[in-house]
């Protein structure tokens, strides 16, 4: 148990288990600034872990939403917005300190760049949440902290061309730091939890880092590209705080839609498939969600072919957690 942050169950036992609480594990060990690494106990959050190595020019740039810890993000092989460019914790996690269930202790690698001797035990333990044994230190890969970062919105008439605009982009070798899908539904939630004031359309959230001149090329780039597919007016923000309002209001998508849906329950859900397929099973699965009455915004990292819909469901309604359930087999097989 990291943070409890999660929203997809990966710490519940329902068949019995033990449950061990590393939140008072939250020290950064070693910053290796020459070398772009760093190694902390597990129960040290992605925050906390920015904070202490910002004076020194570094960043570590996970960022699945939450101020999840870092072990915990390991264990359950953590995405989030910035996957994009820096990849997930799979191609950021260098080396970890694992206890065994027989009580060995193990170092699955040291902090060279490469290995080719032995097993990839790093990557086995990454995304294991626990199964294998608990992780107790963890060298991570950091990045320098870009002297521009340019992030904006721009709406768009469907989410088929918001998604065809993201991956046209990426296609084009355009590196976006990240790229966010909020449909129309979500937008709605978005504007009155955060105040945010912005048009209901479909939308993306994006994000340019680099110089000043390279950002400012990748933000025409990028913005002929979605005026081709009818998109925008952009609105981009180059302030820090700007920055952090609009991601934030993003972080706080999960609350801004329940918030809109009192008395039920909330439920995530999770997939992904190859990019060139996006807008495809994006359209699809909001026709099946009309097709069947059924409520569930839209929203998700777009860049790497990932997105969630978001149900809600009475529990106590046993046609509606069929209807629920029938939606959600038939979500999982069309993205597999």
């Known amino acids: 148990h990291g943070t409890g942050t999660s929203l997809e ?48 020019g570094l960043f570590f740039p996970i960022d699945p939403g939450a101020d999840a810890s870092l072990g915990g993000m390991t264990a359950t092989r953590a995405s989030g917005t910035n996957a994009v460019r820096y990849g997930t914790m799979r191609d950021n996690v260098l080396s970890l300190t694992c206890v065994m269930p027989n009580g060995e202790i193990v170092r699955t690698a040291r902090r060279a760049k490469k290995s080719s001797a032995g097993y990839d035990l ?97 933000v025409e780039l990028f913005g002929e590209i979605a005026a081709e597919l ?3 007016p952009f609105d981009w923000a180059t302030k820090e705080e700007d920055r952090n309002k609009l991601w934030q209001a993003r972080h706080d998508g999960w609350w801004a839609i329940k918030a809109a849906m ?8 999770d997939v992904c498939v190859p990019i060139s397929r996006l807008a495809e099973c994006v359209e699809e699965t909001r026709k099946d969600l009309d ?5 569930g915004p839209i929203l998700g990292h777009v860049g790497d072919g990932n997105f969630h819909v978001v149900l809600f469901c009475d529990r106590s309604d046993p046609a509606e957690v069929k209807k629920t359930e029938d939606f959600l087999y038939r979500l999982a097989m069309r993205a597999i």
């Open 9 to 56: 169950g990966h710490i519940t036992a329902p068949h019995g288990g033990i449950c061990i609480n590393v939140m008072n594990m939250n020290q950064v060990l070693e910053v290796n600034t020459m070398d772009f690494d760093v190694r902390v106990q597990p129960g040290v959050t992605r925050k906390q872990l920015n904070e202490y190595i910002r004076d020194q």
């Open 122 to 218: 790093t990557r086995l333990m990454v995304g294991s949440e626990g199964t294998l044994g608990v992780i107790t230190e963890i060298c991570l890969k950091l990045y320098g902290i870009p002297e521009s970062i340019a992030a904006g919105v721009c709406p768009f008439p469907s989410v088929e061309a918001a998604c065809t605009a993201a991956i046209t982009a990426i296609q084009s070798g355009i590196p976006i730091a990240r790229v966010e899908l909020v449909d129309e539904e979500n937008l709605k939630a978005f504007n009155a939890y955060s105040n945010l004031g912005l048009a209901e359309k479909p939308t993306l959230f994006v994000e340019f880092h680099g110089t000043e001149a390279y950002t400012r090329e990748q």
């Open 230 to 232: 009818g998109g925008g």
């Open 262 to 269: 009192p008395g039920k329950d909330a439920l995530g859900t």
């Open 291 to 295: 097709e069947h009455g059924l409520y």
